[in-house]
């Protein structure tokens, strides 16, 4: 036996376990520290976006006296043009503006690559009889840059509706719609409007997290 290898000491049970602990504990922290990392810009993107669209709605209710609409009770919606995955609103239509087309029986929306809607599929979808922000000769739009598509998709049977939706996706893949009410008594800004998201930002003990991002 060459008596260098006597001198060589082996990990003991007792060290390797304090090994494998420590290593899970930084493991641990690091995975903590990605999830909050990753949960804190995915606030700071609807951040951004919730940002935008309370200037726009302020310009509205400056330029035209009134806070843009909402569709009231979606309960009494057309189920057949409503789909209960998406709580859709006109917001989109009011905050982008339309010009009333065809002897008021459609709207030429500036949204959706200047495409129409019917008078008759807005109400049945929004429970409203028309678009407060439409005049032929100054239709208002308050966003500025146009939405992209990633702002807006097509929720219902009719291929022209279209809604606001946060960079956030659902955790199905299906678009995150912006919830907005100017109507209802119990809201919690009384005197204006609620503007708010839900999304997604980890799991904790095998349950989602949602968080509500809401100008209140």
């Excluded at 376990?17 to 420590?22: E, F, N, P, Q, S």
């Excluded at 459609?106 to 005049?135: E, K, M």
């Excluded at 032929?136 to 509706?161: C, D, G, K, R």
Aim: proline residues 7%; aromatic residues 10%; negative net charge.
């Amino acid at each position: 036996m060459n008596p260098a290898n006597q001198n060589q000491k082996g990990f003991t049970l007792i060290e390797l376990l304090a090994v494998i602990a420590i290593m899970g504990s930084i493991a641990a922290l690091v995975i903590s520290m990605i999830s909050a990392a990753a949960a804190t810009t995915r606030r700071d993107m609807v951040d951004a976006q919730k940002y935008r669209l309370l200037a726009a709605i302020d310009n509205y209710q400056s330029k035209l006296n009134f806070y843009p609409p909402d569709n009231g009770n979606l309960a009494t919606t057309n189920a057949a043009y409503y789909d209960s995955t998406a709580a859709i609103n006109p917001l989109l239509y009011e905050l982008t503006g339309a010009i009333p087309t065809n002897a008021g029986t459609a709207y030429q929306v500036i949204c959706g690559n200047g495409g129409t809607i019917t008078v008759d599929a807005y109400s049945n979808i929004f429970n409203r009889s028309g678009i407060a922000n439409s005049d032929p000769s100054e239709p208002q739009n308050f966003l500025n840059p146009l939405p992209t598509p990633q702002y807006y998709t097509n929720y219902i049977v009719a291929p022209t509706i279209y809604g606001l939706v946060t960079p956030i996706a659902l955790t199905n893949g299906q678009p995150n719609p912006w919830h907005y009410d100017s109507s209802t008594p119990n809201r919690h800004n009384a005197n204006s409007y609620d503007l708010w998201a839900e999304y997604s930002v980890g799991s904790k003990n095998g349950r989602l997290t949602i968080f509500t991002n809401g100008n209140w």
